[in-house]
């Protein structure tokens, strides 16, 4: 008998027309590399995108829209259980037990949660802003899952979900896997081209900071031809000194796979301007197949939802188990079955 296969899980935001760069180089790409090799749960989060403002006909157009772009970028949905979060209740159920067990100034602390708050005032955040991270949270026990493919501003949230695991275990007894963040060093964290110091972002100051995998490739060449690069000449990485020369090597070399030291050394002596030229046309080359790719399977929305359904029932197959076990130790009646 071979070993069960460790489990990766994650999931993308649909609060946008399009994913982002900072999107795929940080995680989609790292769960296609992994769903050879592990059990995979790839699912869109859109019960998190209503803890923010949202428009109802635009959600749900977003949705499908990740779904495409998570199979176009090479989420295969056969091997992959992929699925909408709302679609497997469970989710929901879950966060409710763990928002009980959660404090409320533990909630309080968490970064995400204090900057968005920062920025619209506590008025105009809701409690599901508040008991995102819970949700988040949900998502990954309900799966038992061992590694979480994320970029670095996801590390604190599944900092929350060790610690609600533990807690879980050691007051009720072993019930949840603690997960493990995986974060990759090199691809953490994308930054904004026209502000290398904020990361690449659906919510950046400027429109021209992301590329978004949606728009026209003649856009994105744009973008990566006019981004803000440092003071002296020298193409090196140096994120300190050099945070712009140093994102757009991150992105080059994660997208053509050629590591740093080789791009150095294949741009020695060049310009700034040299570097942007050939990384814009890697990208049209990136974007083009990709936005092909994704507008004809949104072509077919009735086979997309099929594939969403199938993943669906596959993941209620393991969350209701989960659940149920979480209601017994937890002390909550059972139903009786219906009869007379
Ligand atoms: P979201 O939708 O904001 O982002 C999706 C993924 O993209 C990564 N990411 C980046 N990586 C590198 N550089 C960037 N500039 C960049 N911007 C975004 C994020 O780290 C993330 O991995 N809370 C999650 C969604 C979620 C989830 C989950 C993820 C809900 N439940 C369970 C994992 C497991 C979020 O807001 O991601």
């Known amino acids: 008998m071979t070993a069960a296969r460790q489990r990766i ?3 993308v935001k649909p609060t946008a027309d399009s994913l982002h760069l900072g999107n795929y180089i940080g995680a989609v790409r790292q769960w296609v590399a992994m769903q050879d090799q592990y059990e995979a749960v790839f699912f869109i989060p859109d019960l998190h995108a209503i803890t923010v403002d949202f428009d109802p006909a635009a959600l749900a157009t977003r949705t499908r829209t990740v779904a495409a772009q998570y199979i176009a970028a090479g989420v295969d949905p056969e091997k992959a259980i992929f699925f909408v979060q709302s ?6 159920e879950l966060a409710w037990v763990l928002n009980c067990l959660t404090g409320f100034g533990e909630a309080s602390r968490m970064t995400q949660f204090k900057d968005k708050t920062a920025k619209s005032g ?3 955040a809701t409690l599901g802003l508040f008991a995102y991270p819970t949700l988040m949270a949900a998502d990954i026990l309900l ?3 061992d590694l979480v493919p994320v970029g670095e501003d996801q590390r604190q949230h599944l900092e929350l979900t060790r610690t609600l ?5 050691t007051r ?4 949840f ?3 493990e963040a995986t974060i990759l060093k090199e691809t953490a964290k994308i930054y904004d081209l026209q502000n290398p110091a904020a990361k690449m972002s659906k919510t950046g100051e400027s429109p021209n900071g992301a590329i978004q995998l949606l728009e026209d490739p003649k856009i994105a060449a744009k973008r990566i031809k006019s981004a803000v690069t440092d003071d002296g000449t020298e193409i090196r990485f140096d994120a300190e000194a050099k945070p712009g020369v140093s994102n757009l090597l991150t992105i080059y070399s994660s997208l053509t796979g050629r590591s740093i030291a080789e791009l150095e050394e294949a741009y020695a002596g060049k310009m700034y301007g040299h570097l942007k030229v050939d990384l814009a046309e890697v990208m049209v080359d990136f974007v083009t197949p990709l936005r092909a790719r994704t507008a004809e399977l949104l072509d077919d929305p009735a086979e997309l939802d099929r594939l969403l359904a199938h993943g669906a029932q596959r993941a209620r197959a393991i969350a209701s188990v989960t659940l149920q076990d979480v209601y017994n130790k937890v002390g909550l009646l059972a139903p009786a079955t219906a009869g007379r």
Do not use: I, K
């Open 172 to 175: 009720f007894g072993e019930t």
């Open 143 to 145: 799966y038992q899952a």
């Open 9 to 11: 899980l994650s999931g």
């Open 87 to 92: 679609h497997v209740p469970e989710h929901a």
């Open 165 to 169: 695991a533990n807690r879980f275990n």
């Open 177 to 179: 896997t603690v997960p």
């Open 122 to 124: 506590s008025d105009a």
